[in-house]
């Protein structure tokens, strides 16, 4: 079953600009992730937020969290080509009573940034 | 380097005939787990491990069949392959839930693409 839904699925942008991806999920989180794909390549972690937190950054990206709307936004400051990627949320959960921990990914944001 | 590696890379194969795609990672971790990207559907989750001899099903695990009898490796079995295998498959490790203080996130392999004709 499928966590997150991500918006927009596709994002074009100009170098310099920002750009805003937001993550909606539907059940209760231990923490949640973004990730970076380039092109048919491995995830990247990029940062994680944890369930009592609101806001985290790091570097040029700031991560936001609303657990009561159960939704989250990537923020990527002053962007450059080298950021052109897909851009995935993930949601950390717990499995029932299993003490099993499950990440699940929403579809993807894909960015591209022109020079 | 800390790092999962899977092998191969990319492989095209028949209809029917078995296979096993490789994972391995060198940071002792206990979690291991199993997915598959598709176009429009993100990343599903196949299997998973929380340790060694510890296994249970994700979201998609029909035609998979997986094994964790040493922590480093966790090797994804088909089978019979069909065609709606065809996918690109990712392997990734973390360390066991509970050790928030120091959790990272996930660390994922390069991915396989696997093509079944």
């Known amino acids: 079953s499928q966590q997150g839904e991500e918006d927009p699925q596709a994002l074009s942008i100009q170098e310099g600009e920002n750009a805003t991806m937001n993550c909606s999920y539907k059940t209760s989180i231990n923490n949640l992730q973004w990730y970076r794909q380039n092109s048919g390549r491995g995830l990247v972690h990029l940062i994680l937020?944890?369930?009592?937190?609101r806001e985290k950054h790091s570097g040029r990206l700031r991560v936001t969290l609303d657990t009561s709307k159960k939704s989250s936004s990537l923020l990527i400051t002053a962007s450059r080509a080298a950021d052109t990627a897909s851009y995935f949320c993930?949601?950390?959960?717990?499995?029932?009573?299993?003490?099993?921990?499950?990440?699940?990914f929403g579809t993807g944001t894909r960015l591209l940034v022109s020079p | 380097e800390a790092q999962v590696t899977q092998n191969p890379r990319y492989l095209i194969t028949v209809t029917g005939k078995k296979l096993t795609v490789t994972c391995s990672q060198n940071?002792?971790?206990?979690?291991m787990s199993w997915y598959r990207q598709d176009p429009g559907l993100g990343l599903r989750q196949i299997y998973y491990?929380?340790?060694?001899?510890?296994?249970d099903k994700g979201d998609v695990p029909e035609g998979y069949k997986v094994s964790r009898k040493e922590k480093r490796n966790f090797p994804l079995i088909l089978e019979s392959p069909s065609p709606n295998q065809t996918s690109l498959y990712f392997c990734a490790s973390r360390r066991r839930p509970g050790q928030p203080s120091d959790f990272r996130g996930y660390t994922f392999g390069s991915g396989t693409r696997l093509t079944v004709v």
């Open positions: 937020i944890r369930s009592n937190e």
């Open positions: 940071m002792n971790h206990e979690y």
């Open positions: 491990s929380m340790n060694v001899e510890v296994t």
């Open positions: 993930a949601t950390d959960a717990g499995v029932g009573n299993t003490g099993f921990q499950k990440l699940v």
